[in-house]
């Protein structure tokens, strides 16, 4: 907010160092804590310190700070007395500058802007910087449970949050389509069920045969070596069974498809494994060539010894890169598929959303891609996040079948949150109710998955997820059918004046101080890949805005003030819309 104002001051001070010679070309804001005004301000002591240095003369930095201050506040006048435009008090205080805005003039300012952006309010301008971010990188022939669930969420956030604060953003899948798991799979389906089709929940019928599949790899001694067996006729691409592997690939693709659409989340590149199984095993053997990695075949595996490569000791241990059978691993594949990822999209940076667990993992395969000579290494990122637990402990392995699939989670949440929407409103239509009852349940369980730091385990429950009273989606949504109920009772329309130029109360001052801090929020949010950031922020403006609904009257005060509410509740909506827009949550119209 106030970016050009800022800037003109910036550029003075910037001048006014170039006349110091001293090098300095931006200079680091801060706001002011709001006390009756709006203002920015900024210290000197690290321009007293490297004038000191530069000249060698050491002085008292603190003192020469000070007058740095004094003279600076003067430099920001006009030449006929009157100070920058935006401005309405500067001031020198112990070393540091403070600039402050009109109180007036800034709330209209920032109701202004957003009404003038609308769903652009808070997007910064475009920074040339391009990211990958990979996410979801669900597995063929397995389910798609709540496990994978924050992973999906949280990654499509990070990209919303990316692209809003002026990031090129590329949203990348990694399918897991072959593997260990789909040969179990395989061998399950032909060895028990040769010949037989799903009915009409082919996804369901998938992922109940792997849990199957996987059950009887662990209770039958014969299986191992039978899907050895068969792994090795995939090495060898027998055609019978590629066959069977797109098709059944393609059942679960289509419903992983389904799954994204539900959720809303989109892709603009999809990797599978299959696509880099064959270039990793020549990349082994290159790595070999290159004394990287270490041939311990045939009664060991390939193997990258990181520590002993890296002079470490127990940091990188030792990374598996080939089977001693010659089967590719997950390692053997993520070395190609970062190459490709660069290669085909110029990247500043990759973004790799994957579980806490595979934390050491990743930190090996980046280590052997800078060990390989790939200078892009250092630009790639875990994006670590823990695991969700359900209520009544139930974990979520695809092993045991207490899977809870997602599908069952949506409706349980939707059939939830129809029960309270009922009550709230029982004179809605059916219809709408559903339609609420859906983005509500959405809502709740992607709150609740964002709004805890990723690095903490959530205890996914009911209660709190599908609360109206605290912090929680639903609290969120509700506050912005009130903004809206208020707007409707106006006849939609916002006035197209309306200047806050009385006094305004305390609740409309930190409603307009949380609204102009949306841009910076997202901007922090986006240098540390914290969707948590902006899930607080939506609700402390909820918060803000429930406070000014309870303490200002809007549609009964006297004109002018009226307007200027109307324009202000209007403005408090689309902030709130457009926050939880970015966590990947819509807003229903009424509720
Ligand atoms: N599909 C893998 C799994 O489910 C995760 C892949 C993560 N991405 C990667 N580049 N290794 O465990």
Redesign the pocket.
């Known amino acids: 907010m106030f970016l050009s104002e800022q800037s003109a001051a910036e550029q003075r001070i910037i001048d006014y160092f170039k006349k110091l010679n001293l090098p300095i070309d931006s200079v680091q804001w801060n706001w002011i804590p709001f006390s009756g005004q709006w203002g920015i301000s900024t210290s000197f002591f690290q321009a007293a310190a490297l004038e000191a240095r530069q000249k060698g003369t050491g002085g008292n930095v603190g003192q020469r700070a000070n007058e740095m201050a004094a003279e600076v506040a003067k430099e920001m006048f006009e030449s006929d007395g009157s100070l920058l435009i935006g401005f309405e008090k500067v001031e020198a205080v112990k070393a540091y500058l403070n600039l402050y805005f009109s109180t007036s003039s800034y709330a209209n300012r920032v109701v202004d802007t957003v009404l003038a952006e609308k769903e652009q309010f808070g997007r910064s301008p475009r920074n040339h910087q391009r990211v990958m971010v ?1 996410f979801s ?3 063929t022939h397995k389910a798609f449970h709540v496990g994978h669930l924050r992973n999906v969420i949280l990654g499509n956030s990070v990209c919303n949050i990316l692209d809003s604060a002026g990031y090129d953003v590329i949203r990348a899948n ?1 399918i ?1 389509d072959i593997g260990l798991h789909v040969i179990k799979w395989l061998w399950n389906y032909l060895t028990y069920h040769k010949g037989e089709e799903p009915g009409e929940d082919r996804y369901r019928w998938m992922t109940d045969l792997y849990t199957e599949a996987d059950r009887r790899y662990n209770d039958d001694p014969e299986a191992e070596p039978q899907v050895r067996a068969l792994f090795a006729r995939w090495d060898a691409r027998d055609p019978e069974l590629v066959k069977l592997w797109e098709q059944t690939r393609q059942w679960s693709l289509e419903g992983f498809d389904q799954i994204y659409k539900t959720l809303g989340v989109p892709f603009d590149h999809y990797y599978y494994e299959s696509e880099v199984e064959e270039s990793g095993k020549v990349y082994v053997e290159e790595m070999i060539k290159k004394g990287i990695a270490r041939d311990e075949r045939p009664d060991g595996a390939v193997i990258v010894p990181l520590d002993e490569l890296a002079g470490t000791k127990e940091k990188y241990r030792v990374l598996v890169i080939l089977r001693s059978d010659g089967t590719s691993l ?1 390692s053997t594949k ?1 070395l190609p ?1 970062a190459v490709k990822k660069f290669e085909m999209f110029h990247l500043d940076k990759s973004v ?1 959303v ?1 579980d806490v667990r595979q934390s050491l993992y990743m930190q090996q395969i980046y280590k052997t891609l800078e060990l390989m000579g790939y200078d892009f290494a250092k630009k790639c990122y875990h994006l670590a996040y823990e695991i969700v637990n359900l209520p009544g402990n139930v974990t979520m392995s695809s092993r045991d079948g207490t899977v809870v699939l997602l599908e069952d989670l949506i409706n349980e949440a939707t059939s939830r949150a129809l029960q309270i929407v009922k009550e709230k409103n029982p004179d809605l239509s059916p219809k709408d109710q559903e339609t609420v009852a859906r983005m509500v349940a959405l809502g709740g369980i992607k709150y609740s998955m964002l709004s805890r730091d990723n690095t903490k385990i959530v205890t996914f429950d009911w209660e709190t997820a599908l609360t109206f009273e605290g912090q929680a989606a639903p609290y969120i949504q509700y506050a912005f059918v009130r903004a809206n109920s208020i707007l409707r009772k106006a006849g939609q329309q916002i006035p197209a004046e309306g200047k806050g130029d009385f006094e305004l109360s305390p609740q409309e001052v930190q409603l307009i101080d949380l609204i102009s801090r949306f841009s910076n929020e997202v901007t922090r949010a986006a240098a540390e890949y914290k969707p948590m950031m902006v899930a607080n922020y939506a609700f402390s403006l909820a918060q803000a805005f429930n406070d000014f609904y309870n303490v200002c009257p809007v549609l009964t005060a006297e004109t002018p003030v009226r307007d200027f509410r109307l324009r202000l509740t209007a403005a408090a909506r689309q902030a709130i819309s457009n926050s939880l827009s970015l966590l990947g949550i819509d807003c229903p119209e009424v509720m």
């Open positions: 990979e990188q669900p597995n990694y897991g997950y993520d598929l790799y994957i």
